[in-house]
């Protein structure tokens, strides 16, 4: 009998160390690195479905309305600032291109505007920080002169979509970087739907854009390489 008892005390001992196990220091550390880890998953989570929201918004300008300045000139979008502008299209049918910044963004709208130059935005998209040829800071922007960089081009034409009205990132080509000519130096291109001004992506390969952001024209320069 006593040596029955001496075996369920050693049970019970064991029993207990069992259970007391998991809340030693070296179980407490690694429950806490798994604490850690859970709460590290959590907050990617968190910064992925963000991040989706943020692409998710550029879509939802769709729709927006843009009031006319009160001076009779098309108006700016609400929260935002404006870098540029062009008209797209000929006079039957005419859509606004419109380039625009604000925090860590950019982005490119088209619009079409009525009699009273009231702009509705049929379509937008975002543009990568990485490829546009700027930096912003603050409510600013700084240029930056870099060979990899391509800026926002509204009057372009595709091989391969004949006949549209094309828009696209381009970049000058080399040694004509100060002057008014043709590029087909295309990093992204897309195509505006002469009906609902929507945007669809298509292959830069092909596409020809004018960068006429210069006083001067390089017609001279190329005339000069092809003698």
């Known amino acids: 009998m006593q040596k029955n008892d001496q075996q369920i005390s050693i049970l019970q001992r ?7 196990r998991p809340f030693s220091a070296p179980n407490r550390i690694r429950f806490d ?11 990617s989570g968190s910064a992925c479905s963000n991040q989706k929201e943020e692409v998710f918004s550029v879509t939802r300008l769709v729709g927006t309305k843009i009031p006319a300045r009160t001076a009779g000139s098309i108006g700016s979008l609400p929260g935002w600032n404006e870098k540029g502008g062009w008209s797209l299209g000929d006079s039957k049918l005419r859509f606004g291109l419109s380039e625009y910044y604000r925090g860590n963004q950019a982005i490119f709208i088209i619009t079409r505007t009525d009699r009273q130059l009231n ?4 379509d937008a998209r975002k543009l990568p920080m990485h490829v546009i040829d700027y930096r912003i800071v603050g409510n600013d922007i700084v240029f930056l002169k870099d060979a990899k960089r391509y800026g926002l081009a509204a009057y372009c034409e595709s091989k391969v979509v004949p006949n549209s009205i094309v828009v696209a990132l381009a970049k000058p080509e080399k040694r004509f970087e100060d002057c008014a000519h043709k590029t087909k130096r295309v990093y992204a ?12 992506s298509i292959d830069p390969k092909g596409v020809t854009c004018l960068l006429d952001d210069f006083e001067d024209s390089c017609e001279h320069m190329q005339t000069m390489e092809r003698g």
Not at 119 to 122: A, C, E, P, Q
Not at 191 to 200: E, I, M, N, P, Y
């Open 119 to 122: 702009g509705t935005i049929l």
């Open 14 to 20: 064991g029993m207990k160390q069992r259970v007391a």
């Open 189 to 200: 291109a897309w195509t505006v739907d002469a009906r609902t001004g929507k945007l669809r």
């Open 33 to 43: 690195q798994w604490i850690l880890t859970l709460l590290l998953v959590m907050a």
